[in-house]
């Protein structure tokens, strides 16, 4: 993938953070290798994506790359990649390689990466912890094991290897949950290019039209205005099959009288946008239509008010829950009293997931939705997170009725979800992803 050149100071910034986090624990190495390329089908890759937590730290886009940090008395800031190769940069592209590497992305060192068997061991002897992904993927651990071994050889002439592990993605995960000034900038201009893509996808929608030809609308956008890639593979769905939470944009026809319901994100620089809309096919809503919609975007509105410093991460799931529970009574698709349809759940027949989930450089992104640390005496659960500025997370209430003897057949196969991003700010949350309408009116307006 190629990134554009950048300002380095922000992933510097961050691996600073870490040495001081290293340096609380006590010290030692940390060792973080970046993604790996993955063959698609005989000479074709995947296209490549580097691991974030990688990303966050280095800012070094390219494959057959590690990070290295020691905290000790002299901190150290290596990175190993692949050496130049004048032979394979002819066929697959530019390598910055190890001497501009270091000077370019700020390490005091870079090393090429088939050195790595040999400088590992050297580095993690006698470091008193090893900061690293916890048994999280089998190479990794085999490589580690290696270099283990090769210092516990080098024991006869006295070195010693690390007695303490630290999960180094748990780490990360709490520094990612908050995001920096930079990030913040990445994934604004990532929500204004995926609501420009909802955009051109309502204005472009007719019926008629195949689901594939409105992906390919979201795409043509996304891709024209410099995002690498999808956050997330595109959801287009109309009709009933706005019923099937993890559908893809498939064939099907789109029919005048039916929703589309458009599940669509670009990532940009390495971060995700995640914004869903659903709209008419011949840009008026019907009676029920209308009715199911404007509960859910009261449900968003309630879950937004929601979303401030200092709330938990679970008051917007149940404010939101409160009013579909309430607009499923109204609108007779369950019986009985509000309190008794949020105590027995009932409401989860048409409402299924939760109502958001942290956004960043993944679209579900790290980062632990309760506060870290002991469950308070007597609580056998940890309290949720609270809220605090910086934090971005999906607001994406729906409901979608699949068709049933006890449902009133107005709304058979009726599925909407309205999701929008947020970010906690100092007094409540901006929703970074409104350059699309989400009004009723306003997209019947925009759609004319
Ligand atoms: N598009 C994935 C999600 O909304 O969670
Ligand atoms: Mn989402
Ligand atoms: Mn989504």
């Not at 994100?265 to 239509?289: H, K, M, W």
């Not at 999906?394 to 196969?413: L, M, Q, S």
């Amino acid at each position: 993938m190629s990134i554009p050149a950048q300002d380095i100071s922000p992933f510097a910034a961050r691996r600073k953070r870490l040495l001081e986090a290293m340096h609380a624990q006590g010290g030692g190495i940390a060792i973080l290798p970046t993604a790996r390329e993955c063959v698609r089908n005989r000479d074709a890759e995947y296209p490549y994506r580097f691991d974030s937590d990688f990303f966050y730290l280095t800012g070094f886009p390219e494959p057959e790359a590690w990070m290295v940090l020691v905290a000790g008395s002299q901190d150290r800031q290596i990175l190993f990649c692949r050496s130049k190769n004048l032979e394979r940069e002819i066929w697959d592209g530019y390598r910055i390689g190890p001497d501009a590497a270091a000077e370019q992305f700020g390490f005091d060192q870079a090393y090429p990466v088939e050195s790595l068997s040999d400088e590992l061991p050297k580095l993690i002897a006698d470091q008193p912890a090893l900061f690293v992904p916890l048994a999280s993927d089998r190479l990794f651990d085999l490589n580690l094991r290696t270099w283990l071994d090769k210092v516990r050889a080098m024991g006869r002439s006295g070195a010693t290897v690390p007695g303490r592990t630290y999960d180094l993605r748990a780490i990360l995960a709490e520094m990612r949950l908050v995001k920096d000034a930079s990030e913040l900038e990445t994934m604004r201009r990532a929500a204004a290019i995926s609501a420009g893509a909802h955009v051109r996808a309502m204005r472009a929608a007719r019926p008629g039209m195949r689901e594939y030809e409105i992906e390919a609308e979201l795409l043509h956008e996304f891709r024209r205005h410099g995002s690498q890639s999808v956050a997330y593979n595109s959801i287009v769905a109309t009709g009933r099959n706005a019923c099937v939470l993890h559908y893809r944009a498939g064939d099907a026809e789109l029919k005048d009288g039916d929703l589309l319901l458009i599940d669509a994100g670009c990532e940009l620089d390495g971060y995700a946008s995640d914004i869903t809309r659903t709209f008419p096919v011949n840009g008026r809503f019907s009676g029920p239509q209308r009715a199911l919609y404007d509960i859910v975007l009261e449900a968003q509105r309630a879950a937004a008010s929601r979303t401030l410093p200092g709330a938990r991460w679970n008051e917007g799931h149940d404010a939101a829950v409160r009013v579909l529970a309430q607009g499923m009574i109204d609108e007779g698709l369950l019986a009985g009293s509000l309190d008794g349809v949020l105590e027995s759940q009932q409401y989860t027949r048409f409402y299924m997931h939760r109502t958001g989930h942290w956004l960043g450089m993944d679209v579900h992104d790290v980062g632990d939705y309760r506060e870290p640390g002991p469950a308070p005496a007597g609580d056998t659960q940890r309290p949720w997170r609270t809220l605090r500025p910086g934090m971005v997370l999906t607001i994406e209430p729906g409901i979608y009725v699949r068709p049933a003897d006890d449902v009133p057949e107005r709304f058979w196969d009726i599925g909407i979800r309205i999701e929008d991003d947020a970010v906690v700010t100092e007094t409540g949350c901006e929703l970074i992803t409104r350059g699309v309408p989400v009004a009723a009116d306003d997209i019947e307006a925009l759609m004319k």
